[in-house]
């Protein structure tokens, strides 16, 4: 097309248009089986309201949508009448066994679509109203435009042949529809997705590696309505656990863990964490929060598109919450279970896609391994978090990655003054200034420059996270001596290291050769069922209340590592024998048989020894059922 006077007008038309069929599929993902059936432009609020010239607030599932240049992202709170709550949502797993009162059944109501917008009011569907299916719905209100309040007529396109090239694309739509129902977390519609995508399509794995179905899912986290059951809905077709496990940036599952942590609880721009990522203004997922406080069809977020900026503004955020922590610990734990290829880079095998960087003198490329991305994304958070950031969420994904197995003796190439060139210590250092380092070791040389701005509660945190890397690499070295760090990628050395942590005691899991990784100490075990208890059972109710609970206290726990003191007396949860026994090996909780121990998420009635959880405020509550 020519450019024109009219040009501007027939992009900003575009954009608006693109803006409401992403956001009709989202909607229409987000709430297939609940609430109305169909939505139109009134439903989505598209009848009255002016859009503004927005950017799709995530992307495509294989079209990253690019985001425009914006300048600082300054926002006052006089510019924000829609601002979020500060207040988590959260989920609580419950177990197949757990006992419950059943209400009399009612005879079923016909159904109708529902005349308030009060989700909770929503009834399921009945089966007739799932056909036709979801990516047929896309189809059917694309090619009536029942969406959008623009005219399909005024669009510099012909919407009936982008519909005939759809109708012909049968692969390509079956792809959009998983994509959909993935960012909209929708676990029961994923399932089908998938089923239709092998049945109709007749896809194989390859196919399915463009669209990164688990980086998809960690994009996508969402710790208040679905935790890690989006991971279980996609593993319910083998086919799925067969799909690459990098994605096209080169990054693991657990890279894209990381940079959800990041993007909703830091300022970090994207090209901090990935020099590739250098032209973004924004992470992919910024449209959803983790911990459930707003989302792509938030009132909140609305407004912000509305307004042209989809970026979130850092007084939204909040530090790395419980609700947070759970869901990537949940996500790890699961992921670890059922993938080997996933599970082998959750525990530090080969490298990370993160905090890359290249020898200015040699050219040598330097990657950093899982642990060490941890490390630096804990470095982050405290440095560009919340003031009231504690890292007690960056413990809880060491402790987890720990106990699955992540071995902190493997050593990379690596230059401290690459990763921090800010830093005054640091500036003289010249040539080839890398070297093969541990966790331990890069945490022990962070600058003190940079550790310096940071809060009392930030480096008492910083010091626990350290005493931990510490500790669990005392245990590899007691096991299996050093060799682990001589060669992570060689796949036989990798073998005998992980069998020699395999024992049958003094660990009490009923099945024989349960691998723990805590070795001979005593204390980690502690840490880690200590921690686990924290984040299911605690949450702040009340902007006035603490974000970690009085049985848990940091500090109490650092000074008694310390000294060498039983840590079972410094922290609340144990000296007041709260917890049901666990492990004093592994420091899990005996619920589960053998096999469902490898598949079921602890749940807070499997560490109360009696109720003390705070988490009864329904109207913020979510229940899942255990696997």
Not at 398 to 410: R, T, V
Not at 498 to 513: E, F, H, L, Q, W
Request: glycine share 6%; charged share 25%.
């Amino acid at each position: 097309m020519p450019v024109s006077l009219d040009a501007d007008v027939y992009n900003s038309t575009m954009s608006k248009w693109l803006y409401q069929f992403w956001f009709y599929s989202f909607k229409t993902a987000k709430h297939w089986g609940r609430g109305p059936r169909f939505w139109d432009a009134a439903k989505l609020g598209f009848a009255q309201l002016d859009v503004g010239t927005p950017v799709a607030p995530g992307f495509s599932p294989q079209n990253t949508v690019e985001p425009r240049d914006f300048t600082a992202h300054q926002v006052s709170e006089n510019q924000q009448p829609f601002r979020p709550t500060p207040l988590c949502r959260w989920t609580i797993h419950y177990a197949l066994d757990m006992e419950c009162d059943f209400l009399p059944s009612r005879t079923p109501s016909p159904a109708l679509e529902p005349k308030t917008e009060d989700e909770k009011l929503w009834k399921p569907w009945p089966k007739e109203w799932k056909e036709p299916p979801y990516e047929s719905q896309l189809l059917r209100n694309l090619a009536t435009n029942d969406f959008s309040n623009i005219q399909a007529e005024s669009l510099p396109i012909a919407v009936s042949q982008v519909v005939k090239v759809s109708e012909a694309s049968t692969r390509e739509l079956l792809v959009e529809a998983l994509g959909f129902s993935i960012m909209a977390r929708n676990a029961e519609l994923i399932p089908r997705a998938l089923d239709d995508l092998i049945v109709k399509a007749g896809y194989q794995s390859h196919d399915l590696d463009k669209l990164h179905l688990f980086h998809l899912a960690a994009t996508y986290l969402d710790g208040s309505k679905s935790c890690c059951t989006i991971f279980d809905a996609l593993s319910t077709e083998d086919i799925a656990l067969r799909t690459s496990t990098r994605n096209d940036l080169g990054y693991t599952i657990l890279d894209s863990l990381m940079i959800t942590i990041l993007r909703a609880h830091t300022t970090v721009l994207p090209r901090e964490v990935d020099d590739s990522l250098k032209d973004e203004s924004r992470f992919p997922g910024e449209e959803t929060d983790v911990c459930g406080r707003w989302d792509a069809d938030s009132e909140a977020y609305r407004a912000l598109i509305r307004n042209g900026d989809p970026r979130i503004p850092a007084v939204w955020k909040h530090k790395f919450c419980h609700t947070s922590a759970q869901a990537v610990c949940h996500s790890i734990s699961f992921l670890n279970a059922w993938s080997k290829d996933i599970g082998d880079d959750f525990i530090a095998r080969g490298p990370s896609g993160l905090f890359l960087r290249r020898c200015g003198h040699c050219g040598l490329k330097m990657q950093v391994n899982a642990l060490q991305a941890l490390v630096l994304t804990a470095v982050a958070l405290a440095s560009h978090g919340k003031e009231d950031e504690d890292l007690f969420g960056m413990i809880a994904v060491l402790l987890q990655l720990l106990s699955i197995g992540a071995c902190p003796l493997y050593e990379r190439e690596i230059s401290v003054p690459a990763l921090f060139p800010n830093a005054p210590e640091l500036m003289d250092v010249l040539g080839c200034n890398h070297r093969k380092m541990s966790p331990v070791d890069l945490i022990e040389a962070i600058p003190q420059s940079v550790i310096e701005r940071w809060s009392p509660a930030k480096k008492t945190s910083w010091e626990l996270l350290g005493q931990v890397l510490r500790m669990s690499s005392m245990a590899w070295e007691d096991r299996i001596g050093l060799s682990a760090a001589e060669d992570e990628d060689n796949d036989d050395v990798f073998r005998k290291d992980r069998s020699a942590m395999v024992i049958d005691g003094p660990c009490t899991k009923t099945y024989t050769g349960h691998a723990y990784f805590f070795g001979a100490n005593r204390e980690l075990p502690v840490l880690l069922a200590a921690v686990q208890a924290e984040m299911l059972t605690y949450r702040r109710l009340d902007e006035k209340n603490p974000w970690v609970s009085p049985y848990f206290d940091i500090r109490a726990v650092v000074g008694c590592l310390k000294e060498g003191k039983d840590l079972r007396h410094s922290i609340g949860l144990t000296e007041k024998g709260m917890l049901k026994t666990f492990c004093d090996g592994c420091g899990s909780f005996d619920t589960y048989n053998d096999f469902e121990a490898l598949y079921m998420v602890t749940t807070a009635k499997d560490v109360m020894a009696w109720h003390f959880s705070n988490l009864e405020d329904w109207s913020r509550t979510t229940f899942l059922r255990n696997f």
